[in-house]
């Protein structure tokens, strides 16, 4: 990771488009209710499927922000990005005609970008024997259409990337742009994470892969189950959510609103499987030992961690493992929740979602619930936040991410009024983030 420097990276602006709503306000709203989006399937047929369930994004119009011409040459998870980054855009206050664009980054994180619209366009192709294709097939279906429409709609001239690892993409596209504000390159990020993953072909492969609750038709209908005893794997979902990242110091010059402050991020890799977690959890905790470390936090400073929560047997009792090998005997006295519940398992929009839920949470000092958990597991034994949101001091928080293919990222979030000069009380004790020497952590 790059060279710290005295930076600080402060998000002043966030856009969302869920399955729970499509402001940041109604998504908040509903979310902190204990509200689920999770219901029967409706864009295409689940009849061959043991599952049917799903969090689709039902509010959604691309023309109530794109002109039709645009909305035509996008794919589904392309609109919801664009989208979500003009709401954050707006959100933000950003005036782009007085800021110098090419010093403004895009950053984007999406799991499997266009291949909804590759596997429609390869069947309509097929069925006029190759003779009527849509000439904007390459350029919907590329991973790379996202951050690059987001930047042309905005007209950003920076650094422009997509990122693509898995259910961790959107928390890499964040951790890169914390990157570039911190070394100069960057004074204003539009970073995110997109995903519109409904597709047959891909419930099918989910499906049979048996990564999917099985429902009974829709007759269950509290799932998926987060670090519940009865956890049966996840329910799929959809949608985007963006963030204005931007140094501090740009920030409070303009006068602008700051949701929260990323002190830092750690990310690693445990080489292991493309679908299931290590079970030993251990390149998760240093994922976190990382964040702890770069952003100078003792882990009794910890206040809340949005986790991961799948909602299958072996990711939530290794994240549980994770959480308390880290933290310690910290970790049995701060909260803990998933909203995959409430919003499914939206790949790499999923990270969007923790993040803004998070900084809500500490906005209004209160914890969204953790849906569905009714019979404790002795393997996760934390306090998940059950049943009700909850008040709670909330000062600083973890976000966990741990993708497909074993790539972990865990990002340090706080309260701006609260993220204090922590570096030079803990450097003696932490040790240099760089050179990865984490003393201070067990």
């Given at each position: 990771?790059?060279?710290?420097?005295?930076r600080?990276?402060?998000?002043?602006?966030?856009?969302?488009?869920?399955?729970?709503?499509?402001?940041?306000?109604?998504?908040?709203?509903?979310?902190?209710?204990?509200?689920s989006?999770?219901?029967?399937?409706?864009?295409?047929?689940?009849?061959?499927?043991?599952?049917?369930?799903?969090?689709?994004?039902?509010?959604?119009?691309?023309?109530?922000?794109?002109?039709?011409k645009?909305?035509?040459?996008?794919?589904?998870?392309?609109?919801?990005?664009?989208?979500?980054?003009?709401?954050?855009?707006?959100?933000a206050?950003?005036?782009?005609?007085?800021?110098?664009?090419?010093?403004i980054?895009?950053?984007?994180?999406?799991?499997?970008?266009g291949?909804?619209?590759?596997?429609?366009?390869?069947?309509?192709?097929?069925?006029?024997?190759?003779?009527?294709?849509?000439?904007?097939?390459?350029?919907?279906?590329?991973?790379?259409?996202?951050?690059?429409?987001?930047?042309?709609v905005?007209?950003?001239?920076?650094?422009?990337e997509?990122?693509?690892?898995?259910?961790?993409?959107?928390?890499?596209?964040?951790?890169r742009?914390?990157?570039?504000i911190?070394?100069?390159q960057?004074?204003?990020?539009?970073?995110?994470?997109?995903?519109?993953?409904?597709?047959?072909?891909?419930?099918?492969a989910?499906?049979?892969?048996?990564?999917?609750?099985p429902?009974?038709r829709?007759?269950?209908?509290?799932?998926?189950?987060?670090?519940?005893?009865?956890?049966?794997?996840?329910?799929?979902?959809?949608?985007?959510?963006s963030?204005i990242?931007?140094?501090?110091?740009h920030?409070?010059?303009?006068g602008?609103?700051?949701?929260?402050?990323?002190?830092?991020?750690?990310?690693?890799?445990?080489?292991?499987?493309?679908?299931?977690?290590?079970?030993?959890?251990?390149?998760?905790?240093r994922?976190?030992?990382?964040?702890?470390?770069?952003?100078?936090?003792f882990?009794e400073?910890?206040d809340?961690?949005?986790?991961?929560?799948?909602?299958?047997?072996?990711?939530?009792?290794?994240?549980?493992?994770?959480?308390?090998?880290?933290?310690?005997r910290?970790?049995?006295?701060?909260?803990?929740?998933?909203?995959?519940?409430?919003?499914?398992?939206?790949?790499?929009?999923?990270?969007?979602?923790?993040?803004i839920?998070?900084?809500?949470?500490?906005?209004?000092?209160?914890i969204p619930?953790?849906?569905?958990?009714?019979?404790?597991?002795?393997?996760?034994?934390?306090?998940?936040v059950?049943?009700?949101?909850?008040?709670?001091?909330l000062?600083?928080?973890l976000?966990?991410?741990?993708?497909?293919?074993g790539?972990?990222?865990?990002?340090?979030?706080?309260?701006?009024?609260?993220?204090?000069?922590?570096?030079?009380?803990?450097?003696?004790?932490?040790?240099?983030?760089?050179?990865?020497?984490?003393?201070?952590?067990?």
């Amino acid at each position: 990771m790059a060279q710290h420097t005295a930076r600080r990276v402060v998000i002043t602006g966030m856009g969302v488009i869920s399955p729970l709503g499509s402001t940041v306000d109604l998504f908040w709203h509903l979310l902190s209710r204990g509200e689920s989006a999770v219901k029967p399937l409706r864009s295409f047929d689940t009849t061959p499927f043991q599952a049917c369930l799903a969090a689709e994004v039902e509010d959604f119009d691309p023309e109530d922000f794109l002109h039709r011409k645009q909305v035509r040459r996008m794919g589904r998870a392309t609109q919801f990005a664009v989208a979500s980054a003009m709401m954050a855009s707006r959100d933000a206050g950003l005036d782009l005609e007085q800021e110098d664009r090419a010093c403004i980054g895009v950053s984007f994180g999406t799991s499997i970008g266009g291949m909804k619209e590759a596997f429609e366009y390869h069947d309509a192709a097929t069925r006029t024997a190759y003779e009527r294709v849509n000439p904007f097939t390459m350029s919907m279906t590329f991973p790379n259409a996202i951050s690059s429409e987001v930047a042309i709609v905005l007209g950003i001239h920076g650094p422009c990337e997509t990122y693509s690892i898995g259910c961790s993409s959107t928390a890499n596209a964040v951790g890169r742009a914390y990157e570039w504000i911190k070394s100069g390159q960057s004074s204003i990020v539009v970073a995110g994470g997109s995903e519109a993953p409904l597709h047959p072909s891909v419930y099918a492969a989910m499906n049979a892969g048996r990564a999917l609750a099985p429902d009974e038709r829709g007759s269950i209908r509290n799932l998926p189950r987060p670090f519940d005893k009865t956890r049966c794997g996840m329910v799929l979902g959809e949608g985007a959510g963006s963030f204005i990242l931007e140094d501090y110091e740009h920030a409070r010059a303009r006068g602008a609103k700051m949701y929260a402050e990323l002190e830092g991020w750690g990310f690693t890799c445990d080489a292991h499987s493309m679908v299931k977690p290590a079970v030993t959890g251990s390149d998760q905790q240093r994922a976190a030992q990382l964040a702890l470390s770069h952003a100078h936090w003792f882990p009794e400073e910890v206040d809340y961690v949005n986790a991961c929560g799948l909602g299958t047997v072996e990711l939530d009792a290794m994240e549980t493992q994770t959480i308390k090998s880290v933290l310690g005997r910290h970790a049995y006295q701060i909260p803990v929740s998933s909203f995959k519940a409430a919003l499914g398992h939206a790949f790499a929009a999923s990270g969007a979602f923790q993040i803004i839920g998070t900084a809500k949470a500490m906005e209004h000092q209160f914890i969204p619930p953790t849906l569905n958990l009714s019979t404790p597991d002795p393997a996760c034994d934390l306090d998940y936040v059950a049943g009700e949101g909850r008040p709670a001091h909330l000062r600083r928080a973890l976000v966990n991410s741990f993708g497909f293919g074993g790539k972990n990222i865990v990002l340090a979030l706080s309260r701006v009024d609260t993220a204090v000069a922590t570096h030079d009380r803990c450097e003696h004790r932490y040790g240099d983030a760089r050179s990865g020497e984490l003393t201070g952590v067990s």
